[in-house]
């Protein structure tokens, strides 16, 4: 890697001030950080707080104690076509985006490597994962911290663009990021992490729903009585396995499902919630990062977390992977990925049917 061009992505926050830390350390490499700028931090400003402008704030502000050359990129119209639509489109159908891994391999990855990033030999981000070349091939493997792992927002990467990401933080916990950060006095140190989907900032999701897609108020309904126990302001503001602002006494209660020729949001209470878990699914257009998995037996994360499953996945085509799992669980939702893993190793995924 000595001598390359590395695009470093930093966004104000901790992990890649860090990230940019350590590259900056091994010397030897020609370093441009990159601050990537979006739609939405404009267009819908007002639904919101946008953080851009004092991302930027810390973003110059590391990469002048650095000496690191700043660029600024807006992928504002490659956000909303890309990622936007896509996730408005899904909310439209009942189901549930996953629009942060579209973000990572569409954008990030993808249209900053089109574009800006196309001249240089690797792009460095300060995602917790890592890569390992054997012979032709590079493999993506999980970080180190199990709770901070984000392999899963990775696993659309093709294989040619984990073949150039560098991630430089991917073998520390997240405690030793802020530790290291608290040492080397960056200015970002004490910065708490961003939470929430990637493209909005601080505006609030369902406030950007709503500004999209409107209200379209329905029944609540328990399903195991047939009950209507409250109203719904639109289906695309749930999702399966919800519990919490469903406004209902007498809870726990969980959505269990979404019916869009009733406009009715079904639910259960906390007490039957177990005989509503699922165990099987259908993961269509998956995704391999190295190739097909070559066993069966393998661990599924359904979501972003330190939860992983352990399945059986069989390939029944091209275009389809059937996923059995070992236990059930609640909160599966079309939509959402399921993304597989044989040990460390971080194969690919795809959206369940």
């Known amino acids: ?45 007002f639904l919101g707080s946008c953080p851009w402008e004092e991302d930027l704030e810390y973003v110059r502000s590391v990469c002048d104690r650095l000496a690191v050359p700043l660029e600024i990129v807006s992928l504002q119209q490659e956000y909303r076509r890309r990622v936007v639509e896509y996730a408005l489109g899904e909310l439209k159908q009942g189901r549930t985006p996953s629009s942060d891994i579209l973000c990572n391999s569409l954008i990030k990855f993808g249209a900053f490597l089109e574009g800006a ?35 899963y927002f990775l696993c659309r990467l093709s ?6 990401c560098v991630f430089p933080i991917g073998d520390l ?13 960056l200015p970002n140190a004490q910065r708490p992490d961003s939470q929430g989907i990637c493209f909005l900032g601080k505006i609030p ?5 709503r500004y999209h897609l409107g209200d379209s108020p329905g029944p609540i309904v328990d399903l195991e009585s047939g009950r209507t126990l409250g109203r719904h302001r639109g289906l695309w503001f749930h999702t399966i396995g919800q519990r919490k602002g469903l406004g209902l006494g007498d809870g726990p209660w969980y959505v269990v499902g979404k019916d869009p020729e009733t406009n009715a949001v079904n ?60 236990e059930g669980d609640p909160g599966i939702a079309a939509g959402q990925f399921a993304v597989f893993y044989d040990g460390d190793e971080c194969l690919g995924g795809g959206p369940i049917g």
């Not at 901790?14 to 940019?20: E, G, P």
């Not at 916990?173 to 006095?185: F, I, S, Y």
């Not at 699922?278 to 069966?296: E, N």
């Open 267 to 326: 639910v259960v209470h906390g007490d039957h919630l177990a005989g509503h878990k699922r165990r099987q699914f259908l993961v269509v257009d998956p995704h391999w990062i190295a190739g097909k998995p070559k066993t069966s037996d393998l661990m599924v994360r359904i979501r972003h977390g330190e939860k992983l499953w352990r399945a059986e996945v069989r390939l029944e085509d091209a275009d389809r992977v059937r996923v059995v799992l070992n």
């Open 205 to 209: 999701y369902d406030e950007f729903v």
């Open 117 to 151: 990033g196309a001249d240089f030999d690797r792009v460095a981000s300060g995602h917790y994962a890592r890569t390992r070349r054997v012979e032709s091939t590079t493999h993506l493997l999980r970080g180190v911290d199990p709770v901070k792992d984000q392999t």
């Open 1 to 45: 890697m000595s001598g390359d061009r590395v695009a470093v992505l930093v966004s104000g926050g901790v992990d890649s001030a860090v990230a940019l830390h350590r590259l900056v350390d091994r010397g030897g490499l020609s370093l441009t950080a990159f601050y990537l700028k979006i739609w939405l931090e404009d267009d819908a400003a």
């Open 159 to 164: 294989q040619e663009q984990v073949a150039r």
């Open 173 to 185: 916990g997240k405690d030793e990021v802020r530790r290291l950060a608290r040492d080397l006095d």
